[in-house]
């Protein structure tokens, strides 16, 4: 099993443009989670997906937009990216969206704004 | 709003030495997992303590949970250098996604 799967590992973006970071997952999690991590600000939701279906703003959803494109799938997309948006982007999936079971992570996308 | 706090945020040791990590609520909640983050890489489950007052030993690593099921401590003895990573808290409440800490920065010199 390749576990939680994230594309790409880099991006440089300038001010303004799109994109659309992937993840997907092998597990068969109903839950999926995307977050992004900045120096001294830790893990911070911007968006969940606790069934395939639904999808829900989390801590700092502003400026993303999110697809929950099939139980194993679940996209992040910068409309226009900002520099504020330069992070490193972690997506992650349970098996349950409630309870004390295991939160997987990928490996993150590494995301520069210019 | 649920305040997370875990300290300290930065710790540098000497390999060998003990030491501890401290996470801590202003709201009761059911468990709480520890996870670590290694430089490049996502975190990774360590542990998940689900009983007030609960102590979960992994190896050198040895996890209390408070009896009040608001904060929860992490030990390292005898540190190695491979320990070196970010030490993340996350309480668990019902169905709502995990909210990380800010994490404690662990470096374990050789």
């Known amino acids: 099993n390749a576990g939680v799967t994230q594309t790409p590992k880099f991006q440089v973006l300038k001010t303004g443009q799109s994109m659309t970071l992937q993840c997907a997952q092998d597990?068969?999690?109903?839950?999926m989670y995307w977050y992004r991590q900045d120096p001294g600000m830790g893990l911070r939701l911007i968006y969940y997906?606790?069934?395939?279906?639904?999808?829900d703003k989390g801590e700092v959803p502003n400026g993303y937009n999110v697809s929950r494109l099939n139980k194993r799938e679940f996209s992040l997309r910068l409309e226009s990216a900002a520099p504020s948006q330069t992070s490193v982007y972690f997506c992650?999936?349970?098996?349950?969206?409630?309870?004390?079971?295991?939160?997987?992570f990928g490996p993150g996308t590494r995301l520069t704004v210019l | 709003t649920q305040l997370l706090e875990q300290s300290p945020q930065f710790l540098s040791i000497q390999e060998g030495e003990n030491l501890t990590v401290y996470c801590n609520s202003s709201?009761?909640?059911?468990?709480l997992q520890w996870y670590r983050q290694e430089p490049g890489e996502g975190p990774v489950l360590l542990v998940t303590?689900?009983?007030?007052?609960e102590v979960k030993k992994l190896k050198r690593l040895t996890f209390q949970f408070g009896d009040a099921r608001k904060d929860s401590s992490l030990h390292i003895t005898a540190a190695q250098p491979g320990d070196t990573g970010l030490y993340l808290c996350?309480?668990?409440?019902?169905?709502?996604?995990?909210?990380f800490g800010k994490g404690t920065r662990l470096s374990v010199i050789a």
């Open positions: 992650a999936s349970k098996r349950l969206a409630g309870g004390p079971n295991e939160q997987f």
């Open positions: 597990m068969n999690h109903n839950s």
């Open positions: 709201s009761v909640f059911s468990s």
């Open positions: 303590v689900v009983t007030g007052g």
């Open positions: 997906s606790a069934s395939e279906g639904t999808t």
């Open positions: 996350a309480p668990i409440s019902g169905n709502t996604p995990l909210v």
